[in-house]
């Protein structure tokens, strides 16, 4: 199993500033995803962050108001960009295994944007 | 498209009961299917069911796969107000991980 920091575990933002969310994790791995939980529903997948390239967004998602970095196998950010109340939100950095098809979870950031 | 469906959305019981939460998955190239409990942020790991059949066992819990019918059921006896959460599954199809709605749990004492 892998071990992810991720930080900050909370935050409360003001409308129209911008926070990074960081994820670290204690091995290399090669699959990283960016989910959000907004209130009351299920996970997300915002992006796949990919190493040494730009990552990889899923519908809905775009790079302008999610940028995300990976700069080496086991560290990657999230950017919430000129945030809104809506993007109040749980955001979870995530990590697979693809020759075993687990995925391991880091504690997860809530965001909260007045 | 690739998808997983999970019922019911919510569930209430008191403790002691024995729940059943399901789940069915339409998933192309079809891997695994994994079962998650969230509490509160992260969540953490339950089961990974790759053969049709097989029941996977921990403590109260227990799930199992049915690759013909495309399905999975996790099953939680004499549940306790600890076993209240939202519980996840996911299908795995080597490349990407599709999440389910969820079924929240709520244990009444």
């Known amino acids: 199993s892998a071990v992810i920091s991720q930080k900050p575990s909370r935050d409360i933002c003001q409308r129209g500033t911008s926070l990074t969310i960081q994820c670290q994790v204690d091995?290399?791995?090669?699959?990283m995803f960016w989910y959000r939980q907004q209130p009351g529903q299920s996970l997300t997948l915002i992006a796949t962050a990919n190493q040494g390239s730009e990552a990889t967004y899923e519908s809905g998602f775009v790079i302008d108001k999610f940028p995300i970095s990976r700069p080496n196998l086991t560290f990657s950010t999230l950017t919430v960009s000129n945030m809104s109340p809506e993007d109040s939100s749980i955001y979870l950095c995530?990590?697979?295994?693809?020759?075993?098809?687990?995925?391991?979870f880091g504690e997860g950031s809530r965001l909260t944007v007045l | 498209e690739d998808k997983v469906v999970q019922s019911p959305l919510s569930l209430v019981v008191h403790e002691g009961d024995t729940v059943t939460l399901n789940c069915s998955y339409e998933?192309?190239?079809?891997?695994?299917l994994l079962w998650y409990k969230q509490e509160k942020k992260a969540p953490t790991f339950l089961f990974m069911l790759t053969s049709s059949g097989i029941e996977k066992k921990s403590g109260r819990l227990s799930s199992i796969l049915d690759k013909k019918e495309l399905s999975s059921i996790l099953n939680i006896t004499a549940t306790q107000t600890g076993d209240s959460a939202i519980y996840l599954c996911?299908?795995?199809?080597?490349?990407?991980?599709?999440f389910g709605t969820g079924t929240s749990l709520t244990v009444i004492p």
């Open positions: 091995s290399q791995v090669t699959m």
């Open positions: 995530s990590v697979g295994s693809p020759s075993i098809g687990e995925l391991f």
């Open positions: 998933v192309t190239n079809f891997r695994s």
């Open positions: 996911v299908g795995y199809d080597k490349n990407q991980f599709y």
